[in-house]
């Protein structure tokens, strides 16, 4: 994926107006500190949109927003879609940039997976339909307010998924023999330090609190896996397919995992 293209599907809170912290809502958990509804300010959000507490978030009670990634769809809906102007400088505007917000968010996902696929060497021979597939999700974050507040991201995600399957497929095969499956397997708590997990379709599954220290999920398909709390420590996952930043950040690990390209060591790893 090129730099330009990551930088597109990655949060620029600089160039948002604090979207994530006003649209969405959450309750007071383990992973944030207070009760908050959609479309009211967190109480850290300061007059230029930025977080108070940013780089403390995690002591403050807050570790749900450090793993938490728009994919871009904050700037594109602040810059693009509403042309600039924030809900503060026209609050008649207010709700439906609420309203567009996590549908952009959903349709910047999926073009996150689908330039990762398109990137990838073995999927030269779908190279046409993923850039297909790249065009007309990028046409619709293109659409107007009206028509992104009401659009139904499903469909194009049951037309998406194929493609990301395919490419899967193509990538995990040079492992050879047959890749291990436990799509969407309840792996909760389980005890894999050391597993042999290069190639395997690890899709959706459920990682929480899972030992996975020393493992080696090298080529491994990631995409939707909960990592929440899972032990890395150690962990290759050199290559692995479909991962995110969020998902690491919610994970554990430290100086001897083995990240992808592009992908930075959470800072509350080293502690």
Same mark, same amino acid.
């Given at each position: 994926m090129s730099e330009t293209r990551q930088s597109e599907l990655r949060g620029d809170c600089a160039n948002c107006f604090g979207l994530c912290c006003v649209a969405l809502p959450f309750a007071k958990s383990a992973d944030f500190a207070v009760n908050k509804a959609s479309g009211e300010a967190c109480r850290n959000l300061q007059e230029d949109f930025r977080c108070g507490i940013h780089t403390r978030l995690r002591d403050s009670g807050f570790p749900g927003c450090t793993v938490y990634d728009c994919f871009g769809a904050g700037q594109k809906v602040s810059q693009v879609t509403f042309g600039g102007v924030s809900w503060r400088e026209a609050p008649d505007t207010a709700r439906r940039m609420y309203e567009v917000f996590p549908v952009m968010r959903q349709l910047h996902e999926l073009l996150r997976y689908l330039a990762e696929a398109r990137a990838l060497p073995a999927t030269r021979t779908?190279?046409?339909?993923?850039?297909?597939?790249? @065009?007309? /999700?990028?046409?619709?974050?293109?659409?107007?307010? @009206? $028509?992104?507040?009401?659009?139904? /991201?499903?469909?194009?995600?049951?037309? /998406?998924?194929?493609?990301?399957? &395919?490419?899967?497929?193509?990538?995990?095969?040079? /492992?050879?023999? &047959?890749? &291990?499956?436990?799509?969407?397997?309840?792996?909760?708590?389980?005890? %894999?330090?050391?597993? &042999?997990?290069?190639?395997? $379709? %690890?899709?959706?599954?459920?990682?929480?609190? @899972? $030992?996975?220290?020393?493992? $080696?999920?090298?080529?491994?398909? %990631?995409?939707?896996?909960?990592?929440?709390?899972?032990?890395?420590?150690?962990?290759?996952?050199?290559?692995?397919?479909?991962?995110?930043?969020?998902?690491?950040?919610?994970?554990?690990?430290?100086?001897?995992?083995?990240?992808?390209?592009?992908?930075?060591?959470?800072?509350?790893?080293?502690?």
């Open positions: 779908l190279h046409g339909e993923l850039d297909r597939a790249l @065009a007309r /999700v990028t046409a619709l974050t293109e659409g107007a307010p @009206a $028509d992104l507040e009401r659009f139904d /991201v499903g469909p194009v995600r049951a037309e /998406v998924n194929p493609l990301l399957l &395919k490419s899967s497929s193509l990538v995990r095969a040079a /492992v050879g023999g &047959k890749p &291990k499956s436990r799509r969407g397997a309840d792996l909760i708590g389980a005890r %894999l330090r050391g597993a &042999k997990l290069r190639g395997a $379709d %690890l899709r959706g599954a459920l990682l929480i609190a @899972a $030992d996975l220290s020393g493992a $080696d999920l090298s080529l491994a398909d %990631l995409i939707g896996a909960d990592l929440r709390d899972a032990d890395l420590s150690g962990a290759d996952l050199t290559g692995a397919l479909f991962l995110t930043q969020p998902q690491l950040n919610a994970a554990r690990g430290d100086a001897a995992t083995r990240l992808p390209d592009g992908f930075a060591r959470p800072a509350h790893w080293s502690r």
